[in-house]
Structures are given as structure tokens and as C-alpha cells.
């Protein structure tokens, strides 16, 4: 099964771009990129989610490497807000089957 | 739009008991899915239902079953409980459980076992 690797952990000052990069080598060519957050005491939160091509919401933007071997999410400015957990997440149901593989995750500080 | 409400918010067992979850999901979503969320193993997939029928299984011991019924409000039952068993327990919805579709969260049930 596909597997991704994220840093354990990330500072940012407030107000700057952050880049979370995420790997995932083994990716097959069905699984779709996810990323969601976790603040304390809740469950995660949606980011953005993509299968190939860079895709940009009012969150964040995701970038996928053009061998989709790995992605990056994007906050263009990060908030006191956007202190969470970031996981990248790997989807795939196409053959009827759901396998989800979550990352470690990373502990992202932001420094006022 | 309501989201996903998960009760009870915290449970305390004992070991050897059992213990059932309750997940209501967005109003309109067909499939839920459960997983569990510990400091050490990170968050794993342990099942999705889908009009009423389990659909997907993670690698989680018979002692882990669910049932989903014709609301799509879904129950998550442990049996024999294990210390080992403590954990935040999430439940998330989407309309038809395809990966590219968003995942919405609840906010857990956080069992511990004594």
C-alpha cells in the first residue's frame, strides 16, 4: 500500500507563506492527494484534495509534482488559526475497495 | 447544514466490557466511515458503510464491528475491551464514499479503557 511521509514538525512566522510538503513515492496512478488539519480536541478538517493537476481553494493551494511522487500544500498567509496538525492523506475506491493511507503528520506552529 | 455529530463525547470503560458509538452523519451523506486515532499508531481506517452494508474493512480484529442503518446514522461497537483500545474514535460522511469526494469529520468519542 501506497505510504506518505511528512515532517514531524514546522514553525511559519504569522502573515508569511507556508510550504508542508508531503512524500508519497509509491502513489498508483488512482490515488487522489487530501490534506486535513486537526486543531485540539476536534476532529480534522478538510483542506483540499487533488489527482493531478495544482487545484487552489479560498483554504490553501495544493501542488503535485509532475510525477506525483510527492505534493505541497500552500497557505499563502499563514494565521494564528492555521496552527494544526496536517495530515496528507492517499484515497483510492476504484476497484471497490477504499484504501487510506494517512501520514504522520505535521505539527504546525505559528509564530505571532 | 448540520455536521457530523458524534455521542457520547467521552466514555470510560473497564476492561472486558463493551461499548457502542453513535455517528450521525451530514444530512444527504450515504457513506460513513470510522476510524481510530491514538498518539502512538496515528489515525487508521477501521470501516465504511454504505446503504446500510459495509463496504470497506481495515485490518482491525473481529472484536471491532459497525452497522449502519436506513438514515445512514451509524454505530461503531468493541467488544472485550482492551487497554489497548483507548483512543479517539472519528466518524466521518461524504454522499458516496468516492475518493474524491471531501471527507467531513466529527469531533470523536474519546474512550478510555481502565
Known amino acids: 500500500d501506497a505510504k506518505t511521509t511528512q515532517p514531524n514538525s514546522m514553525e511559519s512566522n504569522e502573515e508569511e507563506p507556508v510550504h508542508l510538503p508531503c512524500n508519497h513515492s509509491t502513489i498508483s496512478g488512482t490515488d487522489y492527494i487530501h490534506w486535513y488539519r486537526q486543531l485540539p480536541s476536534q476532529g480534522p478538517e478538510y483542506v483540499i484534495h487533488?489527482?493531478?493537476s495544482n487545484v487552489n481553494n479560498r483554504m490553501a493551494s495544493l501542488a503535485i509534482a509532475e510525477d506525483r511522487k510527492s505534493s505541497t500544500l500552500i497557505l499563502h498567509r499563514a494565521t494564528l488559526r492555521d496552527a494544526a496538525v496536517y495530515y496528507c492523506i492517499l484515497r483510492d475506491n476504484s476497484f471497490g475497495n477504499e484504501k487510506l493511507t494517512f501520514g504522520t503528520g505535521t505539527r504546525l506552529t505559528i509564530i505571532p | 447544514k448540520a455536521g457530523v455529530t458524534q455521542t457520547p463525547r467521552y466514555l470510560i470503560k473497564t476492561r472486558g466490557q463493551q461499548v457502542t458509538l453513535s455517528c450521525s452523519p451530514i444530512s444527504g451523506h450515504r457513506s460513513v466511515s470510522w476510524y481510530q486515532q491514538t498518539p502512538g499508531q496515528g489515525l487508521q481506517f477501521l470501516f465504511e458503510y454504505f446503504s446500510e452494508t459495509q463496504r470497506n474493512k481495515g485490518n482491525f480484529p473481529g472484536r471491532f464491528s459497525g452497522r449502519q442503518f436506513s438514515n445512514s446514522r451509524s454505530e461503531m461497537n468493541v467488544s472485550t475491551l482492551e487497554l489497548g483500545d483507548s483512543a479517539l474514535y472519528l466518524c466521518a460522511s461524504s454522499p458516496t464514499g468516492r475518493a474524491n469526494e471531501k471527507l467531513f469529520f466529527g469531533s470523536g468519542t474519546q474512550l478510555s479503557v481502565l
Open positions: 487533488g489527482l493531478t
